[in-house]
């Protein structure tokens, strides 16, 4: 920090206050590495609570059998999280790293107490670059003997990282009135079908001709009615 302008922080309040594992997580959460970033001591509680959360979570997943199997969705988030914190930290890109971390742990968290153990140990993997200590208590935690420096780093499946479906809205004659979730090669007539399950698309098109259907697979549908 900048003693000319007076704002000089003393890195050792910080780690006495939360930790050295919370100071290293903030510094590289605060933005690129090559950015000019102000330093604000309140944002710390931020990555504070991340931290929290994350051993909750951790905790959940050690206290159920073992039995807990990952459902798609988690399978997905956990897989594209390993390939996007993999290549920020070879890109030098903490503070996305990071971020996507967080959206895992808030995915993770919602699962309650069905935490899969396999996702809580490749979390736990990936946060340990950036803050060691909690990435060592959570491997304990899970019940291993050793040091997670012994332990692989994670791999991902390429394949579950590619989204297989896309969001687009739905228009009717020209007005956005909806939004649909479907596959990236649906065609028209699957495109129209869950456009229709959509209540204010329906509402607009309900007893008018339909003249016209604009359809651009995974971009558009507009509707025209009369």
Not at 57 to 84: P, R
Not at 204 to 216: E, N, R, S
């Given at each position: 920090?900048?003693?000319?302008?007076?704002?000089?922080?003393?890195?050792?309040?910080?780690?006495?206050?939360?930790?050295?594992?919370?100071?290293?997580?903030?510094?590289?959460?605060?933005?690129?590495?090559?950015?000019?970033?102000?330093?604000?001591?309140?944002?710390?509680?931020?990555?504070?609570?991340?931290?929290?959360k994350l051993?909750?979570?951790?905790?959940?997943?050690?206290?159920?059998?073992?039995?807990?199997?990952?459902?798609?969705?988690?399978?997905?988030?956990?897989?594209?999280?390993?390939?996007?914190?993999?290549e920020?930290?070879?890109?030098?890109?903490?503070?996305?790293?990071?971020?996507?971390?967080?959206?895992?742990?808030?995915?993770?968290?919602?699962l309650?107490?069905?935490?899969?153990?396999?996702?809580?140990?490749?979390?736990?993997?990936?946060?340990?670059?950036?803050?060691?200590?909690?990435?060592?208590?959570?491997?304990?935690?899970?019940?291993?003997?050793?040091?997670?420096?012994?332990?692989?780093?994670?791999?991902?499946?390429?394949?579950?990282?590619?989204?297989?479906?896309?969001?687009?809205?739905?228009?009717?004659?020209?007005?956005?009135?909806?939004?649909?979730?479907?596959?990236?090669?649906?065609?028209?007539?699957?495109?129209?079908?869950?456009?229709?399950?959509?209540?204010?698309?329906?509402n607009?098109?309900?007893?008018?001709?339909?003249?016209?259907?604009?359809?651009?697979a995974?971009?558009?549908?507009?509707?025209?009615?009369?």
């Open positions: 920090m900048s003693k000319s302008r007076g704002n000089v922080v003393n890195p050792d309040d910080v780690v006495d206050a939360h930790g050295g594992d919370a100071l290293r997580l903030y510094e590289m959460f605060m933005g690129p590495l090559e950015a000019v970033k102000p330093w604000q001591t309140s944002q710390v509680s931020g990555v504070v609570r991340f931290m929290n051993y909750s979570v951790v905790q959940s997943a050690a206290q159920n059998d073992g039995s807990v199997e990952m459902d798609a969705e988690t399978t997905k988030i956990l897989h594209k999280t390993m390939k996007k914190v993999t920020d930290i070879e890109s030098m890109s903490f503070n996305t790293a990071i971020s996507a971390m967080m959206v895992l742990t808030n995915h993770l968290q919602s309650k107490d069905k935490v899969p153990r396999e996702a809580a140990e490749k979390l736990a993997l990936m946060v340990s670059p950036f803050a060691p200590h909690l990435g060592e208590e959570c491997w304990s935690l899970l019940g291993h003997d050793k040091s997670l420096a012994y332990h692989p780093w994670v791999e991902y499946d390429e394949a579950l990282c590619v989204d297989n479906t896309v969001k687009m809205g739905v228009q009717v004659n020209g007005k956005k009135r909806g939004e649909i979730e479907i596959p990236k090669d649906a065609d028209e007539e699957g495109a129209m079908a869950e456009a229709m399950k959509v209540q204010s698309v329906f607009q098109v309900d007893g008018k001709d339909i003249k016209k259907v604009i359809y651009v995974g971009r558009i549908l507009n509707i025209v009615a009369k």
